[in-house]
C-alpha cells in the first residue's frame, strides 16, 4: 500500500509538471522497479505468511537504532569482509595451510545427552588417512558457561590429542561479549520469549562459526553437534563437486535435515555469516539458509541421494525435547556414488515439460520424462574425453509411476564420435544387456570391452504407449575424477 501511494502522488506530480516529465521518468521507473521486487520478495516467499507481513510492517515503523544493533552491524558497510571478533582457542592452533573442506559445528550445554564427541569420533572413524589430509574441524563451544567449556574441552584434547596435534581439529569460543542482546526480542510466529532467545543465539553462534571459518579452505560443511557420517563421505563429497563443475550453485545439500550436510563455498562464508547476524531474530537458522540461497540466485534445491549424514541425537539442545528426526535416505556402509564423467546428453525421444535428459544423468534428485518411446528411440551420452568404464547401472520408473518404465531396452556402449544435424553420437557400439523390469547392469565393463568408450546408449527395442521416466543412470569408471 505504500509503494501504491507513492505512484499515486508521483503521477499526480507529474500531471501538474508536464515539462518536467521526460526527467522524472527514470526515477519513477526505479521507485516503481523497487516497489515490484519488494512485494515479489515475499510473495513468492512460502515462509511468510500474514502474520509475518504484520511484523513486517511494524518492524518498518521501528528504525533499527537501538543498541543492541549497533555492536553487531557496525562493520555491516563492507559486507565481504570478516566480523571483528577476538575468539579463544581453546584447543588447536592457527593452519599453516588451507584445506579442501572444513567442517565446522556449534555445541552447546544441553539438559539430556550430548552427542558432540561422538560427532567428532564419527568424522574421524569414517575418513582414511588420506581423507584426513584434507579436511579440518572446527567445533565452537558456544555457551556462556565457562566452566563447562573447559571441562568438555579436557574431554576432546584426551580423546583426540593426534587430531589436535595433527591440524584436523581446532575447538573455539566467541566470548559473550561480542553477542548482541538476546532478551526482549520479537516474538515472530508466537514463539515464547525463550525460545526466541534460543533459536536467536543459535543464529549468532553460526555466524561466528562460519566468519572463524571463512579462510580455512576451499569449501565448508555445515553440521550439527549430533551427527553419524556415512563412510568416506569427503570422497563421495568431491565426486558431487567435480561432477557440478563449470555450473553455478550456493548450497548443496547432503541431508534433508536442518543445518545437517550442508556444503559452501568458503569464499561466500563472510556474506553468509553477516545475513545471520543481520536477520538473527528474525527465523530459524535453516529458514535463513534457504533465503541467502534463493537471494544468490540459486532458485531450486540442490540436494543429493544417499545422504552422507544421519541425524543421531535423541533430545534437542532446546530445553531437552524429544527429537527423533531421522533422515531415510541415508547410507552408512553401502554408498558407493557414481562418477559420472562430463559428458553431452542426446535423445530423439519427446521430453515431456522441462524434464530434460541432463536430469537423468545428475546425481541431483530429478529424473528424465518422455512421452511414450517407439523401436529404434535412443538416449546417448556422449562424453568429454575418452573414458573406461568400469560398471553402467540405468534405472527407469519411479515409485509413484511404476509403468512408466523400459520395458524393452537394450544397453549399449560405443566408439568413434561423428557429428549429425540432431548432434553426436558414436559410429560403431556393443550391447552390453538388456532391459528386464526397467533396470539394466553391466559389471566389469574394463574385461569386455577392448577400446575406450565414447558414447553409452539407450536404444528402445519395442514401441509402448506408456510413457518412459529414466530415474538415474550411473557411471562407475576405473580412475578418479579430475585423472
Known sequence: SNCISVMRLLWKYMDKMRCFRKRLTIPFLGILITCLLFVNLYMEDGYV?????????????????????????????????????????????????????????????????????????????????EELKEIVVVVHLAEFDLDWCES?????????????????????????????????LKRNYNDPEDRVRFRSKQNVDYAFLLNFCSNLSDYYMMLEDDVRCSKNFLTAMKKVVTSREG????????????????????????????????FYQEMPC?????????????????????????????????????????????????????????????????????????KAYSSVDEYFWGKSPSTGDFFIIVFDKLTKLTKIKITTGTDDRQNDILHHGALEVGEKVIGTKKGKRC????????????????????HKITFDIECVRIVVTASQKEWLIIRSISLWTTQPPNQ
Open 49 to 129: 505468511l500474514e502474520e509475518d507481513k504484520r511484523q513486517l510492517r511494524e518492524t518498518s515503523i521501528h528504525p533499527l537504532n537501538s543498541e543492541r544493533y549497533v555492536h553487531t552491524f557496525k562493520d555491516l558497510s563492507n559486507f565481504s569482509g570478516a566480523i571483528n571478533v577476538t575468539y579463544r582457542y581453546l584447543a588447536g592452533s592457527h593452519l599453516p595451510r588451507k584445506r579442501y573442506l572444513t567442517i565446522g559445528l556449534s555445541s552447546v550445554k544441553r539438559k539430556r545427552g550430548n552427542y558432540v564427541l561422538e560427532t567428532i569420533k564419527s568424522i574421524f572413524d569414517q575418513s582414511s588417512y
Open 152 to 184: 568438555l574441552v579436557q574431554d576432546i584434547t584426551r580423546k583426540f590429542a593426534h587430531h589436535v596435534i595433527a591440524g584436523r581439529l581446532l575447538v573455539i569460543h566467541a566470548p559473550e561479549e561480542y553477542y548482541p542482546v538476546l532478551d526482549g
Open 247 to 278: 555450473s553455478y550453485w550456493v548450497t548443496l545439500e547432503f541431508s534433508k535435515l536442518g543445518y545437517i550436510g550442508k556444503l559452501y563455498h568458503s569464499n561466500d562464508l563472510p556474506r553468509l555469516a553477516r545475513f545471520l547476524l543481520m
Open 286 to 358: 535453516d529458514w535463513l539458509l534457504i533465503h541467502f540461497r534463493g537471494l544468490l540466485a540459486q532458485k531450486d534445491v540442490i540436494r543429493f541421494k544417499p545422504s552422507l549424514f544421519q541425524h543421531m541425537g535423541y533430545y534437542s539442545s532446546y530445553k531437552g525435547a524429544e527429537n527423533k528426526l531421522k533422515d531415510d535416505d541415508f547410507e552408512e556402509d553401502s554408498f558407493d556414488i557414481p562418477d559420472n564423467p562430463p559428458a553431452s546428453l542426446y535423445t530423439n525421444i519427446n521430453v515431456f515439460e522441462n524434464y530434460d535428459a541432463t
Open 427 to 446: 559410429s560403431t557400439y556393443i550391447t552390453l544387456g538388456e532391459f528386464k523390469n526397467g533396470q539394466v547392469e553391466a559389471q566389469e565393463i574394463e
